[in-house]
């Protein structure tokens, strides 16, 4: 099945140490998202690609990086983690970011800042 | 300005109750609506979404979900709640760029 794969599932940093986050997808899709989701709130969109193209949202902290090396992988690189960078972080990706178009999201990784 | 705002961050029912998540939004354009459930420590999955088509959306799982312009809602309904109906349900709205924008979530409970 077609779907997107996020690696590894739960992640334990300690405070400072830089970690990187992975997705992979098997959609071929042209757009792939990131966000974070803390506790019991929705997901705030951190950045995303439009096939090369990134965009980053305004209030992303510059401690928050992303490469996209191929169309099937999406890095995120967070430089130095915070405690207050525990959350959830979900990839998502849609075919080409059409108003109408489904995002289809992984798993997630579950950040642990020690 | 847009947004879209769900009103009750929990709703309880019975097993076999109605179902009813409440999701309203402001927009000056026309949106494009979804509805998103999210079970423990997993992703999000697409239940339904309106795109202008038929106003009452079925979805997966026996959910629906009706756009309402004149009320600028799109609550999502259940006839009869099960068991593992019980999780987190999240409203989207893309205001006509590549980007959604999340309620904040209902967490449903459902009572034996």
């Known amino acids: 099945d077609a779907m997107v794969i996020q690696n590894p599932r739960y992640q334990v940093t300690q405070f400072g140490k830089p970690v990187t986050l992975s997705c992979s997808q098997t959609?071929?899709?042209?757009?792939m998202y990131w966000y974070q989701q803390k506790s019991s709130q929705a997901p705030k969109l951190l950045f995303h690609?439009?096939?090369?193209?990134?965009?980053n949202e305004a209030d992303t902290p510059d401690n928050f990086q992303s490469r996209r090396p191929n169309t099937s992988f999406c890095f995120l690189d967070i430089r130095s983690p915070g405690l207050g960078d525990a959350a959830m972080y979900l990839c998502?990706?849609?075919?080409?970011?059409?108003?109408?178009?489904?995002?289809?999201f992984g798993p997630g990784t579950r950040l642990l800042v020690l | 300005a847009q947004s879209v705002t769900q009103l009750g961050s929990h709703v309880s029912v019975s097993e076999g109750a109605l179902v009813l998540l409440r999701c309203n939004y402001s927009?000056?354009?026309?949106?494009?609506l979804f509805w998103y459930v999210q079970y423990p420590n997993q992703g999000l999955q697409l239940l339904l979404k309106?795109?202008?088509?038929?106003?009452l959306v079925k979805g997966i799982n026996g959910f629906e979900a009706e756009f309402k312009k004149s009320e600028t809602s799109f609550h999502l309904t259940k006839p009869s709640a099960h068991m593992s109906d019980a999780a987190e349900y999240f409203c989207?709205?893309?205001?006509?760029?590549?980007?959604?924008?999340f309620g904040t979530g209902t967490r449903l409970t459902i009572i034996p």
């Open positions: 998502a990706t849609s075919r080409s970011g059409g108003f109408e178009e489904t995002q289809y």
């Open positions: 959609l071929n899709h042209n757009v």
């Open positions: 690609y439009y096939d090369k193209d990134f965009n």
């Open positions: 927009s000056s354009v026309p949106p494009y």
């Open positions: 309106y795109t202008s088509a038929a106003t």
């Open positions: 989207a709205v893309n205001f006509g760029n590549e980007k959604l924008t």
